[in-house]
């Protein structure tokens, strides 16, 4: 059974440009969150989809935006790019049944954005 | 406003040892707590998620326990190996996924 996928895995942008991460869940999870780590601040949420419906959002500016598709995959967009979003970001999938996040997450190996 | 506390934050130990990683949370109404590894420059490993209706869960070398009403879960790993050396992050569920910094473990051979 395939892992949890996210491209690209590593990529360089400028202030003021934009990127989208995309995060393709193992087959048959319906949850697909999204984290940023950096060595500051550790791993903070970002927010988490589950049937194309965004349940939960962290405290990120609204430059931090994010979709699912009907198939689970999820894309994350960050427009006008500061320095400091230079970070690891990581989604992760749920077998997610009852409707909250109650079940085991299942890390990809996250995408480094480097901000110049 | 939940928090998550992780001490030690490093931590090395001679190969063999027994050795518990601890957590805290402020916040005891969660739906699960879970503990996960990280190698440098990788994602998350799951090791044990343990519901909160449960007190502790088992996976061969590890047993992580969990106390709601005192905010706290103990992570316990038996007769460590080098293989074992990451660092250590458990992360609690209460609507959102809330993360501690982790323990960075060194395991000396």
């Known amino acids: 059974k395939a892992g949890v996928t996210q491209t690209p895995r590593y990529l360089i942008k400028t202030r003021g440009q934009q990127v989208t991460l995309s995060c393709s869940p193992i087959s048959g999870h319906r949850s697909v969150s999204w984290y940023q780590q950096t060595p500051g601040q550790g791993l903070q949420f970002l927010f988490e989809?589950?049937?194309?419906?965004?349940?939960n959002k962290g405290n990120f500016p609204g430059r931090f935006s994010g979709r699912q598709f009907s198939n689970s995959r999820s894309e994350m967009n960050v427009s006008t790019l500061e320095l400091g979003d230079s970070a690891l970001y990581l989604c992760?999938?749920?077998?997610?049944?009852?409707?909250?996040?109650?079940?085991?997450?299942?890390f990809g190996e996250g995408s480094r954005l480097t901000v110049l | 406003k939940q928090e998550v506390t992780q001490i030690p934050a490093a931590l090395s130990v001679p190969e063999g040892e027994n050795l518990v990683l601890n957590c805290s949370f402020t916040?005891?109404?969660?739906?699960?707590l879970q503990w996960f590894r990280q190698d440098p420059g990788k994602g998350l490993t799951s090791l044990l998620l343990?519901?909160?209706?449960?007190r502790e869960q088992t996976s061969g070398r590890l047993n992580a326990s969990l106390d709601k009403s005192s905010g706290r879960s103990t992570l316990y790993i038996a007769a460590s190996q080098p293989g074992d050396s990451a660092t250590y992050l458990c992360a609690v569920d209460d609507d959102k996924i809330i993360f501690g910094k982790g323990t960075r473990l060194h395991i000396l051979p």
């Open positions: 989809y589950f049937s194309e419906t965004q349940r």
């Open positions: 343990i519901q909160s209706s449960q």
């Open positions: 992760a999938s749920s077998l997610d049944t009852s409707g909250v996040i109650s079940g085991e997450l299942f």
């Open positions: 916040d005891s109404a969660i739906y699960n």
